[in-house]
């Protein structure tokens, strides 16, 4: 690790994914036949600490591995990015599921739950946390009702580890009263226009994530998709920060590529619109190739074309 960059805690699932191409989403009855596109190594941890790896970027691994096939393809994987496998279940697989895909890049999930729910306080306790650095969780993990421990566990991170929090589709299932708990000077929420409306209120994405930051004193990335991201920071102007131009193949792991990308800048120094700026170029290349694992290496960003 160079000496200027800090580590990146990662802490959360990798999953199987089964990516299907289907002409529409599903209704009750119907029978439609569907092309497999990938079958893939996923989940928001995973995808997160993967374009970590391929910046160069140091990362602390948080991740389970399982018992079964998919826990194989995990461990083989975080073998080839140079990541130590730190957490094994001795029993179950790891989780898997079905990401079904409409021409349009709209989608489903079908999930199978596997060993994401063992975070128990001696597991944690396992886990080297630095003084200095950043520590990211999704909301996947944190809205499980089994998650009592890892929540306290991020409430009593070292002061000097910044939190950055991808809440995700699992918003609505996070016990709001570990929102208010959290550290709001050391936390940084990432959030699409849906998690926006759900944390800050329904009605124009960046008035209401501004007023978000300003009443409850949360730094706020509020991703616009195509448009970009604004930077909402309590009693400061928001700062939009542009999307980067390409020919989309589909949109899953774009929410996690971004956060990959914004934490690799923040490793390496970077002001904070620089790192989201890098967030946007790591979500532009990956949803410009299909699935979730198109993260570029660090010369595979400097010579990727954009629109």
Not at 126 to 131: A, F, G, K, Y
Not at 204 to 223: C, H, K, P, S, V
Not at 275 to 291: E, F, K, M, Q, T
């Amino acid at each position: 690790m160079k000496e200027s960059q800090r580590p990146v805690v990662v802490l959360g699932s990798a999953t199987g994914d089964i990516v299907l191409r289907v002409p529409e989403l599903l209704h009750e009855s119907e029978y439609w036949e569907a092309e497999e596109i990938d079958r893939q190594v996923g989940g928001c941890a995973f995808n997160v600490a993967r374009a970590l790896c391929r910046l160069q970027a140091p990362v602390i691994n948080g991740i389970f591995v399982g018992n079964g096939s998919w826990g194989e393809r995990v461990a083989t994987e975080m073998e080839q990015l140079g990541l130590q496998v730190t957490l094994r279940h001795p029993t179950k697989d790891n989780s898997w599921c079905f990401a079904m895909m409409k021409p349009d890049g709209k989608r489903i999930y079908v999930s199978v739950p596997g060993c994401d729910d063992a975070w128990h306080q001696d597991r944690l306790a396992t886990i080297p946390l630095p003084e200095q650095g950043y520590l990211y969780a999704s909301g996947y993990e944190l809205a499980n009702v089994k998650a009592g421990d890892l929540r306290q566990w991020l409430l009593d991170s070292p002061a000097g580890l910044t939190l950055v929090l991808d809440f995700g589709p699992r918003l609505i299932d996070i016990d709001p009263a570990f929102i208010q708990a959290l550290p709001v000077e050391r936390t940084l929420l990432s959030l699409n226009k849906d998690e926006v409306a759900l944390l800050c209120g329904a009605g124009d994405t960046l008035t209401q994530a501004r007023r978000y930051a300003n009443e409850q004193g949360f730094t706020l990335i509020a991703r616009v998709g195509a448009e970009g991201a604004w930077i909402c920071q309590p009693n400061r102007e928001p700062e939009y920060v542009p999307a980067y131009m390409v020919k989309m193949e589909d949109r899953i792991g774009a929410g996690d590529a971004h956060c990959g990308g914004m934490l690799a800048g923040l490793s390496q120094g970077m002001s904070l619109r620089d790192a989201v700026d890098l967030g946007n170029r790591v979500a532009a290349i990956v949803v410009s190739r299909p699935g979730a694992n198109g993260a570029p290496t660090k010369g595979e960003l400097t010579d990727f074309s954009f629109d």
